[in-house]
Each structure stands twice: as C-alpha cells, then as structure tokens.
C-alpha cells in the first residue's frame, strides 16, 4: 500500500521559516515526481512545487518562487519543502503529492497529473 506521510506543519511568524517532509513507501518512486499542493480555507486546491526524480528538475508557483526550495532524497524516497518568508496567506494544509514524471511534465500544476497523496500537514503563518 502507498503511503505519503507529510510532516513538519505548525505555526510559524510571518517572516519565519518552515521545512516539511514527506516520506514515500509502499511502491519505488524511481521516475516519479513528487511535490506539494496546498488548499487553504474557502480556496481551491493550489500547487506550490514539485521535483523529479530523474534530473531533479524543479518547477514551482509564482507566488513561492524565491521563497520556496523543493528537493528530494532519492535513496529515502523523500521529499522537502523549505520555505522562508512565509506570509500569512501561505497558511494552508499542505499536501505531498507523488506522479509519473512522463505525466507531471505535460502540466505539473494540475492535480490529476498526481497518482498518490498524503493526507496533509497544516501550516498557520500568524501576522
């Protein structure tokens, strides 16, 4: 059975930082993409980032751009999410998300190019 299992949410000053994790298990994740989605209160479901597997290429929202770094650890099947300056409106359950590479990279924003979820980590950036 696949697992995502995200860790590292919490509450955070705005300004601050944060670096979530998420662990993979239950398949191999060679030529699989992994990332992260975020779906704050009363909004649509968002992707923040996402990271091959294959050339570690690396794609990411505007609005996190600069502000965010997403890596991975091929030999743990894990993957980062570190942000800094963290803004109130980045405060959002966020979600690791894992897809063939072949699929992601046609349209890595959309949520149907991901097989696998994790159930989600919440982060709470204050003012």
């Known amino acids: 059975q696949v697992q995502l299992v995200e860790s590292g949410g919490g509450l955070v000053q705005a300004g601050g930082s944060l670096r979530l994790s998420c662990a993979a298990s239950?398949?191999?994740?060679?030529?699989?993409?992994m990332g992260w989605f975020r779906q704050a209160p009363g909004k649509e479901r968002e992707f923040v980032a996402a990271t091959f597997w294959s050339d570690r290429r690396t794609f990411y929202t505007t609005s996190v751009k600069g502000r965010c770094t997403v890596s991975r650890d091929n030999a743990k099947d894990t993957v980062y999410l570190l942000c800094n300056s963290l803004k109130p409106e980045d405060t959002a359950n966020y979600y690791c998300?894992?897809?063939?590479?072949?699929?992601?990279?046609?349209?890595?924003?959309?949520?149907?190019?991901?097989?696998?979820w994790g159930q989600g980590t919440q982060v709470t950036v204050s003012s």
């Open positions: 998300v894992a897809g063939a590479e072949d699929i992601v990279v046609v349209t890595p924003a959309r949520a149907d190019a991901y097989d696998f």
């Open positions: 239950g398949r191999t994740f060679s030529r699989y993409a």
